[in-house]
């Protein structure tokens, strides 16, 4: 099945906008990948879910959704359960690799069970011994609520007596708060692309801000922060972290695409993941494009290739073949 200019797709959806507290990155990253499927000639249709009901999703009859929507309602399987119920083949992970990879928590323990590296960690509540908590993973440690798009809880905890506060600014977001080891070094993502056999790691992106220390304000609010693409670090070092990055994937049974952010220890280089992302930034300078431009594949390019991996979870696991 080829589309040489798209036309063979039906009508197509793109979900985006939504109910989470990156609504607004996600109408930009739905608006590139709007204007990418119709250059192409496809038949996309904006849709937000905030906006419009379940019934009017159903009304449109999409032969199959882009969902850029990021955060809950939208990258946490609900959503995705939601087109199960329709039967709309959709984009990026399932049901439930994308509820296991919303809860950063639940997807450490995943991770550990199949032996890839990941830092320390432990849940905290409100009677946690904060002594002991500092004594297991030392310091600095990192706070943060175990739900992705939860950003603005996270604490680098340089002395015990933080936690409690820092443990209260988490729990604010979120009902799950978790602290885990810190790792000293350097940043990279890792974008996956592709289903079953077919998965592969793209070129890792690597992430420097402005500080060379660990800064929260400047990775997200200073525009100095560089991307590096190519990575620039040793080809041995980067096959490493696509290979983990591919594994953690797998680990979870995503299918599409993903993002997998990680940290390369600086004492010895090893790299240890820190969450997948399962419906990443798709603006035209996110970073996932970025990565894919390197590796050859222009963002329109990547649109496509993205909404042709659309499918349902009984698909992938009874009737799944490469197209
Ligand atoms: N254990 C850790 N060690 C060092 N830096 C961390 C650690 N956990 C998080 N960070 C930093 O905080 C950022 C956000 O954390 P992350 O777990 O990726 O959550 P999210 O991207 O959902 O906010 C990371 O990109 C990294 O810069
Ligand atoms: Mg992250």
């Given amino acids: 099945m080829s589309h040489p200019n798209g036309n063979g797709f039906g009508k197509v959806g793109v979900l ?62 609900t959503m995705q359960g939601a087109l199960e ?8 992970p399932g049901v439930l690799a994308s509820a296991i990879a919303m809860d950063k928590a639940m997807t450490k323990r995943l991770w550990l069970q199949h032996g890839l590296a990941t830092p320390k960690f432990e849940m905290l509540h409100a009677g946690s011994d904060w002594r002991s908590v500092a004594h297991t993973l030392g310091l600095p440690l990192i706070v943060k609520p175990a739900h992705e798009g939860s950003t603005l809880g996270l604490t680098k905890v340089t002395d015990a007596a933080q936690l409690p506060a820092a443990y209260a600014l988490a729990a604010k977001f979120d009902k799950a708060v978790m602290a885990e080891e810190f790792i000293s070094g350097m940043e990279l993502t890792c974008p996956l692309l592709g289903t079953g056999d077919h998965a592969r790691a793209l070129p890792v992106v690597r992430i ?65 993941l820190l969450e997948i992302n399962t419906s990443p930034g798709m603006t035209s300078h996110s970073l996932v494009p970025m990565s894919a431009a390197v590796a050859g594949m222009p963002y ?24």
Avoid at 301 to 321: E, F, G
């Fill in 16 to 77: 985006f906008g939504g109910r989470s507290a990156e609504r607004e990155i996600s109408i930009f990253s739905g608006t590139g990948v709007l204007q990418a499927l119709q250059a192409q000639g496809i038949d996309a249709h904006a849709f937000d879910p905030a906006q419009r009901s379940l019934a009017e999703l159903a009304g449109e009859k999409f032969v199959r959704v882009f969902i850029a929507l990021h955060g809950r309602y939208g990258e946490d399987g």
């Fill in 208 to 272: 420097i801000a402005p500080d060379s220390n660990y800064d929260y304000q400047n990775k997200y609010f200073s525009d100095q922060t560089q991307y590096l693409c190519p990575s620039g670090i040793p080809p041995a070092l980067e096959q490493q972290v696509q290979q983990l990055a591919l594994a953690s994937y797998r680990s979870l049974g995503c299918r599409g695409w993903a993002r997998a952010d990680v940290m390369v220890r600086a004492t010895d280089q090893q790299p240890y």
């Fill in 300 to 323: 329109e390019q990547l649109c496509v290739a993205i909404l042709r991996s659309a499918a349902l979870d009984l698909q992938v696991s009874a009737d799944w073949k490469p197209h």
């Fill in 85 to 92: 119920q329709l039967g709309i083949p959709y984009t990026g």
